[in-house]
């Protein structure tokens, strides 16, 4: 009975038949109003199945309700009204709007309305994001994407016969070249002697305030022939002149490096009548200050005593200061070597104090008064035609003319390394003018210069064989010793980490030659050099080890750089480099001037994986072999490294 009382769930109360019929009808109404273009009436969500519909909420279709506000009548900017109310009117997430938009846009609406449509935007889309190459690109100057890539294998032969006016040096540098036994310039001298020495051209003046030279750095590795790329140039331009003046700076990191370089100037530039000085702090400030400098400009009309000064940037610095006559503003040359380090030093702030000292007043441009009211003028061309002429002063002219131009100063600014810096923070510091890049490397098919500059993979000799030891830290002097006797690697620098760990080795390694067996007939000698040197002590033992007296010598990163010994055959970081350009640099001791050398590195175990990553980061990995060194391999070494190591103990423990 309850039961027959229930309606049956598929029949339909009269309520319901009675809305389903208009509802129909007004699907039907729908219909044909859509078809004469009539605007039907508001839809409701009347879907439910259940019964009445209850208003619940009301969605308008977008079209539709273009369609009322008669903004959807062709032109675009109406359809653009209508995209902006699609927006506006639906809500929610994207996804969801689109959905709506389906469902609401019936196809009716987009076929009777097909030129008034929106066109469809295309999606936006995430750009790749740049390269890490790209990126660092950004930060680089013109001048740096736009390096000049130099074939490290490009020679050019000197030739004697040839006349001035074809070859780029003059036959007096020429013949003196030949007699040193060089006979071609390397790569990095054939692309920047030229470019320093264009013959004729205005560059070559050693005054020209109107159109300074460009400024040049130069990126070419370790033994690659830097130095002369810049002392033949200084020699060529320097040595027609008349008065001394200092015209070329050099400014070099260590004492030894300047000693270096003052011997190729003095070899090269032989004859040619260049005065040449040295300021490093080895010798007493007042003894420098006499060699660099005179005070009789009343009768010689100069104050230099010399036309080239090679110098470390600390001395130089106290001669800006404290010597009265010492000025930089008739220099045409400032050579900055091993530039990375040296830009790295802000040792009393001596790059800012230095290009200050360059800038010329105003005045010291214009003609100069003598007490005798007349001006001289110097014509320092480089035809050698210099001549110290007395002209009467004319009076103050308020017309515009030449020499109202803006004058700069001549001073030509030369940048060398074979780790040159590509940060462009560093490089901004100096002011450069116009530089033109070198970067002497190859270049792997497909890959820039720009990626080689950015990426500082810097290149290492290619006549350079590189080698890794993996060892337990308390085999590695023994692994040394087994290089020394197995390898032969007797001829050869030995950089540790600090100067106590040279003395500590250097005394551990006497030991150990003086417990082991004699086998040959020879008696290995090594040393240790470090700062704790005194000086003099330090350039003996170098003229030692250039001597080949010394067969070994232990040093510091002090010597990394820019050393040049020809003999070394081997070079061993007994402690791993912290970064790629003190690895560059050690292993460019060797291998220099095309010479063949061996490169080893002793790498503790915890230490192997931040080696092999930074040298994966240098591109550089694969060029290196590892070295396995067996057991069985040093038991020969052993019983005399035990003697040895027990013996320096004891000679560390306190006597009492
Ligand atoms: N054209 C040449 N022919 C023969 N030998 C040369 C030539 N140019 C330079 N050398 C020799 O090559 C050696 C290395 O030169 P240099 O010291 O100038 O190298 P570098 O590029 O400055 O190296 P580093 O970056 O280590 O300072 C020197 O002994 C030099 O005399």
């Known amino acids: 009975m309850a039961d027959s009382q229930q309606p049956h769930p598929k029949t339909k109360s009269k309520a319901k038949k009675r809305y389903l019929k208009a509802k129909k009808e007004r699907r039907k109404h729908r219909k044909t109003s859509d078809r004469s273009g009539a605007l039907p009436e508001e839809e409701t969500d009347d879907n439910s199945e259940d019964g009445p519909p209850e208003k619940t909420s009301t969605v308008i279709s977008p079209a539709r309700l273009a369609r009322q506000s008669n903004l959807a009548i062709g032109d675009d900017s109406q359809k653009r009204k209508k995209r902006k109310l699609d927006h506006t009117i639906t809500e929610g997430p994207l996804e969801d709007q689109s959905k709506q938009a389906e469902v609401d846009e019936p196809e009716v609406v987009e076929d009777s309305l097909p030129d008034r449509a929106l066109p469809l935007f295309p999606l936006p889309t995430r750009p790749d994001a740049p390269s890490k190459t790209e990126l660092a690109l950004q930060g680089l100057n013109r001048a740096q994407i736009e390096a000049e890539l130099v074939d490290p294998n490009s020679t050019l032969p000197i030739n004697l016969d040839a006349d ?26 054939t692309a920047v002697i030229p470019f320093l020495l264009r013959s004729g051209h205005k560059y070559t003046s050693l005054y020209d305030p109107y159109h300074p030279p460009r400024d040049v750095c130069v990126s070419a590795p370790t ?126 702030d001596w790059l800012a104090k230095v290009l200050a000292a360059i800038q010329r007043p105003y005045e010291s441009y214009l003609p100069v008064i003598s007490r005798h009211g007349l001006r001289s003028l110097e014509d320092t061309s480089a035809g050698g035609c210099v001549t110290a002429s007395l002209v009467p002063q004319e009076p103050p002219n308020e017309l515009q003319t030449d020499c109202d131009e803006p004058r700069h100063s001549s001073c030509q600014k030369l940048l060398f390394s074979a780790t040159l810096t590509s940060d462009p923070g560093k490089i901004a510091l100096l002011g450069l003018r116009d530089p033109k890049y070198f970067v002497v490397r ?62 500590r080795l250097v005394k551990l390694f006497e030991l150990f030659e003086k417990n082991s067996p004699v086998t040959e007939n020879r008696k290995l ?25 010394i067969g070994i010598l232990v ?56 080696f092999k990553t930074m040298m994966k980061d240098a591109g550089h990995l694969n060029q290196i072999k590892r070295v ?15 003697i040895a190591l027990t013996q320096l103990k004891k000679s560390y423990q306190p006597h009492w």
Request: with cysteine; hydrophobic share 40%; aromatic share 6%.
């Open 164 to 189: 001035n006016s074809q070859s780029i040096l003059g036959s007096k540098t020429r013949k003196r070249l030949i007699d040193l036994g060089v006979n071609d310039l390397f790569a990095v001298q």
């Open 223 to 348: 033994g690659s022939g830097k130095t002369l790329a810049y002392v033949l140039p200084i020699i060529e331009l320097l040595s027609p002149r008349v008065v001394t003046r200092l015209r070329a700076l050099i400014v070099l990191p260590t004492r030894d490096l300047v000693a270096q370089v003052r011997e190729v100037f003095e070899t090269t530039g032989k004859g040619r009548g260049l005065k040449i000085g040295t300021a490093t702090g080895q010798h007493s400030f007042s003894h420098e200050q006499a060699q660099l400098v005179t005070d009789e400009e009343w009768r010689t009309g100069r104050t230099s005593k010399v036309d080239v000064l090679i110098c470390t940037p600390g001395r130089l610095i106290d001669h800006i200061d404290g010597t009265s006559l010492f000025t930089l503003r008739d220099l045409r040359f400032l050579v900055i070597d091993e530039a990375d380090k040296l830009l790295n030093q802000s040792f009393q």
């Open 442 to 503: 190859e270049v792997a098919t497909g890959a820039s210069v720009n990626h080689h500059l950015v990426s500082e993979g810097f290149s290492i000799p290619t006549n350079l064989v590189e080698h890794m030891v993996v060892c337990n830290p308390s085999q590695k002097p023994l692994m040394l010793f087994y290089l020394v006797r197995a390898q032969r690697v007797d001829t050869a620098l030995v950089f540790t980490k600090s100067s106590e760990s040279t003395a």
């Open 525 to 549: 000698i090594i040393r240790a050099y470090s700062s704790d040197l005194p000086p003099s002590e330090r350039k003996s033992i170098l003229e030692q080890f250039k001597e080949k007296k």
């Open 555 to 610: 040093c510091s990163d002090l010597i990394s750089r820019g050393l040049d010994i020809s003999h070394v055959a081997h070079v061993v970081s007994y402690d791993v480099p912290i970064d790629i350009r003190k690895y560059v640099h050690r292993v460019g001791r060797t291998a220099r001037a095309g010479r063949h050398g061996e490169a080893w590195t002793l790498v503790e175990e915890q230490e192997a994986r931040h």
């Open 628 to 642: 396995r060194i067996s057991d069985e391999e040093l038991v020969p070494l052993t019983a005399a490294y035990d």
